[in-house]
């Protein structure tokens, strides 16, 4: 038996121990290494001994999993190289070892450890938002409205959700009409949208076919997607650890709908078998009072009842005329005005050892031109949107109320980096008709449908508010706040702006990054990537731009 060299710590592995190592690090002897072919659980506790131990990962490896009998090491990795069902199996025997482990040597942090995949499919819009709603340690990525085209029948039904409280209500059959006309009305314009882009911008011979035909077909997907209600079906794809899946459990049991809280169910069913000691508590006690508290906070602003303030909840009552001109998108509500002088002492920071506060005095004493100054130096040269300056940047806050199509609102609540908080999705007010779906004489149909489901949204939400919600179309309007720093609207301005962007929120966009320059001139300077121009097609140089990669040429 041959001794290998010592390691980073001093610690020395033989032959025996480097073999029975060896599939599990990417190197043995490395300080830098990753772990591979372990489940998530057997990773999460290796890690999370990390703060109790002197010992090296790999010798806490051996020592404790490899070689320990109760950690079921055996079972659980030799039974997966053949057999998946034999190592959840394996997991569950040995879990109160993993338990003993990951409460033992660590808080609720430990539960960030481990992560899993998970596939949501065939859910509605409505559940789409609650997932993606998390901000920390949940990865989302959703079927798109733009390339996908919704109006495929299963069984001779359209995909969308047949809500459980509806369909047992005296509403279910409204529901299916209102829904069923919506979902044709998106069949039936389809290729007279396309028919009309292509006529309003045909091809050019620089532009190859599939190019053409890919742009034309998103653009008109992207003026049909209105139509589509809240109920449609679609799929979500979550990578997240542990501890970032159990709130997220929690937050759907608390929810009012019963499709979130079968879809807990079965998220909490699939993440049992991946990781099951990360996410059990959901559904513990303590998981059940943290429910309780998340749906109180709900219910107890509700049970104030109507102190004047409710005035504007308008359900079961007469929809009200869509207002007229077209509503303001965009209110910045609330800035810092002091806040160039505390970006300026946020960058200076670093570079004293001066308490904030005299940092903060010192830069408020600067002239307008010497705070620009050293603006100018922090954001340097941006040589493309990537190049976003540094926390300085979030320094300050920026409060935005918005009022959009739920199209828009369904891309833009996909920014976490801010605080967001959305009202109900109802029809109070009003929808949006793209202006080329006018241009196309294609409207009235348009129309016609969006005013069927109006009317059965507001019928069903005299009964059944929460329920209602389902049968809203995305081009009707919702009001959302956000709150978000310097740096983070640099990010939204410039990515949301992108000529392959919707232009719905890519006006909303520009206004965004207009409001926050006419007030902070001097901060929103180094904002050079935010594409103001207008494109017939906008996903036309994206799909020249995959020609090229494709090496195709028209
Ligand atoms: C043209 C376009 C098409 C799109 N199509 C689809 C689609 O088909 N399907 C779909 O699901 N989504 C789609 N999206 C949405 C996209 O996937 C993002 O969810 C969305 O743009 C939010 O951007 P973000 O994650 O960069 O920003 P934010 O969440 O605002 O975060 C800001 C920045 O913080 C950092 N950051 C934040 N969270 C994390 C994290 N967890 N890990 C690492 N870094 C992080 C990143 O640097 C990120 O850029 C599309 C977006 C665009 C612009």
């Known amino acids: 038996m041959s001794t290998a060299a010592t390691d980073v710590w001093g610690d020395q592995f033989n032959e025996d121990e480097r073999a029975l190592l060896a599939p599990f690090v990417t190197d043995l002897d490395a300080p830098i290494f990753g772990l591979r072919n372990l489940p998530e659980v057997v990773k999460g506790a290796l890690f999370s001994r990390y703060s109790r131990s002197d010992k090296s990962l790999r010798r806490i490896l051996l020592d404790e999993f490899i070689q320990a009998p109760e950690s079921g090491f055996d079972a659980i990795v030799g039974g997966a190289a053949t057999n998946g069902v034999a190592q959840i199996v394996a997991t569950q025997q040995a879990e109160a070892f993993y338990e003993r482990v990951l409460i033992g040597y660590g ?22 938002k609650a997932l993606e709603d998390s901000r920390i340690g949940i990865s989302p990525l959703e079927k798109s409205t733009r390339y996908v085209v919704f109006n495929r029948k299963v069984d001779g039904r359209y995909r ?48 190859s076919e599939r190019a053409y035909n890919s742009a034309t077909r998103a653009k008109a997907c992207d ?20 501890r970032a899946f159990e709130y997220l459990l929690t937050r759907l049991y608390a929810a009012p709908q019963t499709e979130l809280h079968e879809l807990a169910d079965a998220m909490q069913t699939a993440l049992d078998t991946l990781i099951p000691s990360f996410v059990k508590r959901a559904k513990s006690e303590r998981g059940r009072a943290h429910q309780e508290y998340l749906r109180g906070m709900r219910e107890r602003i509700a049970a104030l009842g109507d102190g004047g303030w409710r005035l504007g909840a308008g359900y079961g009552q007469p929809n ?65 949107r990537f190049h976003r300056p540094g926390r300085a940047f979030e320094e300050p806050f920026y409060t935005f109320d918005l009022l959009a199509d739920l199209g828009a609102y369904r891309d833009l609540q996909r920014h976490r ?29 348009y129309a016609a449908a969006l005013e069927r489901a109006a009317a059965a ?35 939204l301005a410039e990515l949301r702006s992108a000529p392959q962007g919707h232009p719905a929120y890519r006006r909303i966009a520009h206004a965004i990054a207009a409001a926050v320059s006419a007030v902070h001139p001097t901060l929103a300077e180094g904002m050079r990537f935010v594409d103001m121009s207008d494109y017939a097609l906008d996903r036309l140089d994206a799909e020249r731009r995959l020609d090229a990669k494709l090496g195709r040429l028209p």
């Open 223 to 242: 003026l049909l997607r209105g139509l589509l209600p809240m109920a449609t079906l679609t799929n979500v794809g979550l990578f997240g650890n542990g």
């Open 417 to 445: 980096m801010l605080t967001q908080d959305r009202q109900r999705y109802g029809v109070r007010h009003g929808y949006v008709t793209p202006p080329e779906l006018d241009a196309a004489g294609l409207s009235a149909p």
């Open 320 to 384: 009200p005329q869509p207002p007229s001109p077209i509503p303001q998108e965009v209110t910045l509500v609330d800035y810092e005005p002091d806040a160039e002088a505390r970006t300026v002492a946020a960058i200076l920071y670093p570079h004293t050892d001066l308490p904030l506060a005299e940092v903060r005095a010192l830069a408020a004493r600067l002239t307008d031109a010497e705070q620009l100054t050293i603006i100018r130096a922090y954001v340097g040269e941006r040589a493309s």
């Open 457 to 491: 949204f507001e019928t069903i939400a005299a009964d059944l508010p929460a329920q209602a919600q389902y049968a809203v179309p995305l081009a009707f309007r919702v009001r959302w706040r956000i709150k978000l720093n310097l740096r983070e609207v640099y990010h």
């Open 107 to 128: 808080d609720d942090s430990v539960a960030e450890l481990g992560g899993a995949h998970l596939a949501c499919e065939g859910i509605s819009n409505v559940a789409a």
């Open 160 to 207: 969308y959700l047949r809500e459980t409280a509806i369909m047992a209500s005296r509403h279910a059959a409204a529901y299916e009409v209102a829904m069923d006309q919506l979902f044709e009305a998106y069949s039936t314009l389809l290729e007279p949208t396309i028919a009309f882009l292509r006529e309003q911008t045909p091809r050019d011979v620089a532009t």
